[in-house]
Every structure is written in structure tokens, then in C-alpha cells.
């Protein structure tokens, strides 16, 4: 079954660098999320993106965070400047369409900030 | 506000029927998702409700009241391996994740 890949499973970085996360969407699908989840608390979506825009975003996806497409297989999340808040697991997703369409979740990336 | 709520926990026994719920409040609503998560993994998609009724798929089955912001997922025939925290999530034009409900299963 074709499945979200994400690299890597575990990033540590120290405070103030930036960050890239990655994704591999299933090759099918259009829409594609990030997603975080500070340990012990719920999911929160941060963005989606569709048709290499980004079609929805949170507040909590201010200017420190940006998301890309690079080609025709990757997806991206680049954290600015990160700060000590930033340490979470990062979701990928990604799914068919926009409404009853499921989103399968990537195994995540765990942000460690120092 | 956008609020979504579920128990926090519940405890059930193995070959039994849970059922856990969810209500929300949301200014807008395009569907509702239940997710299970287990620890340290990637949510997992269980089940989707647009319309009021009930949705049954193998031994789960989610149920979906519009008018009362209230969702439910029924869970049979208990196993072990259905221990994990089930999640409520509503499309309004994002989705919104309640905080989950932790499920143990005793033998």
C-alpha cells in the first residue's frame, strides 16, 4: 500500500537555526498538510497546500514557517530561527481530494530543540 | 471558538463495546474524521461522517447528529490491540483535532 514517507524521524537542532523537514506525498494525491503535535497534546494543523499554493494555513503558521514543493515529489517545511517551543512531532499528509477523501499521515519527524 | 471534546480517558474489556464521544463547536463544518493514534505513531484514519446517521465499517461504526454537534464511535468486539487514543477531528476549512481519548483495554 502506498504510504506518506518522512525524513528524517528525528532532527535535532539548536536554537536560532533553521530547519527543513520532508515529505514524500502519496504520487497520486493533490492535497498535502503539516501537521504538529507537542508531546502529550493534541494534533494541530499548521498548513495546507494545493496546486503549489497554500490554500489554508493556522495561526500558528506565522512568518518563521514556509512550506515548498520543490518538484514534482517532494514537499517541504522550512522553521526560521527556531525556538525552544518548536519541539514536536511534525506530520505529513497528504490525500485525494479536499473533502471525504481520508488523509494518510506520514510516521512523522521529531524536532528536538536545544 | 472552534472547540472540540472528548473524554479524556476511558477503560473497557477486552470483547466488550465502547463507545466514545465527541461534540463540537465549530463556526463551520464540512465533515467529521475519527483518527486512532497510537503511542508514538502517525494518526490513522478511521472513519468520515458528512450527514447525520451512522457509518459502519467492520467492528467500527461512527455516528454523526449535525443538529446537536455530537459524534460518536462504537467500537466492538474489543482487542488488546485496540488500546491507543482515539481522536475527533472536524473540517471546518481547516481541520480542527480534539485533544483524544485514551482507550485501555484490560484482558
Known amino acids: 500500500e502506498p504510504e506518506v514517507t518522512q525524513t528524517p524521524s528525528h532532527q535535532v537542532t539548536q536554537m536560532g537555526q533553521e530547519v527543513i523537514l520532508r515529505c514524500v506525498p502519496i504520487?497520486?494525491?493533490?492535497?498535502f498538510y503539516w501537521y504538529r503535535q507537542i508531546l502529550g497534546q493534541k494534533v494541530e494543523f499548521l498548513v495546507s497546500?494545493?496546486?503549489?499554493?497554500?490554500?489554508?494555513k493556522s495561526e500558528i503558521f506565522d512568518d518563521q514557517f514556509s512550506v515548498e514543493r520543490p518538484d514534482g515529489s517532494n514537499f517541504t517545511l522550512k522553521i526560521r530561527s527556531t525556538k525552544l517551543e518548536d519541539s514536536a512531532m511534525y506530520f505529513c499528509?497528504?490525500?485525494?481530494?479536499?473533502?471525504?477523501?481520508?488523509?494518510?499521515f506520514g510516521d512523522g519527524t521529531r524536532l528536538s530543540i536545544l | 471558538g472552534q472547540n472540540i471534546d472528548q473524554p479524556t480517558e476511558m477503560t473497557a474489556t477486552e470483547g466488550a463495546i465502547v463507545q466514545i464521544n465527541c461534540t463540537y463547536q465549530?463556526?463551520?463544518?464540512?465533515?467529521l474524521f475519527w483518527y486512532q493514534q497510537h503511542a508514538g505513531e502517525a494518526p490513522t484514519f478511521l472513519s468520515y461522517?458528512?450527514?447525520?446517521g451512522l457509518e459502519e465499517k467492520g467492528r467500527f461504526s461512527s455516528f454523526l447528529s449535525r443538529s446537536k454537534g455530537y459524534s460518536y464511535l462504537l467500537l466492538k468486539e474489543l482487542q488488546m490491540k485496540d488500546s491507543a487514543s482515539y481522536l475527533c477531528?472536524?473540517?471546518?476549512?481547516?481541520?480542527?483535532f480534539g485533544k483524544g481519548t485514551r482507550l485501555h483495554i484490560l484482558p
Open positions: 499528509a497528504s490525500s485525494e481530494a479536499r473533502g471525504h477523501q481520508p488523509q494518510h
Open positions: 504520487s497520486n494525491h493533490l492535497y
Open positions: 497546500f494545493y496546486n503549489n499554493e497554500i490554500s489554508e
Open positions: 465549530t463556526s463551520g463544518f464540512n465533515g
Open positions: 461522517n458528512v450527514l447525520d
Open positions: 477531528a472536524v473540517r471546518d476549512d481547516k481541520i480542527i
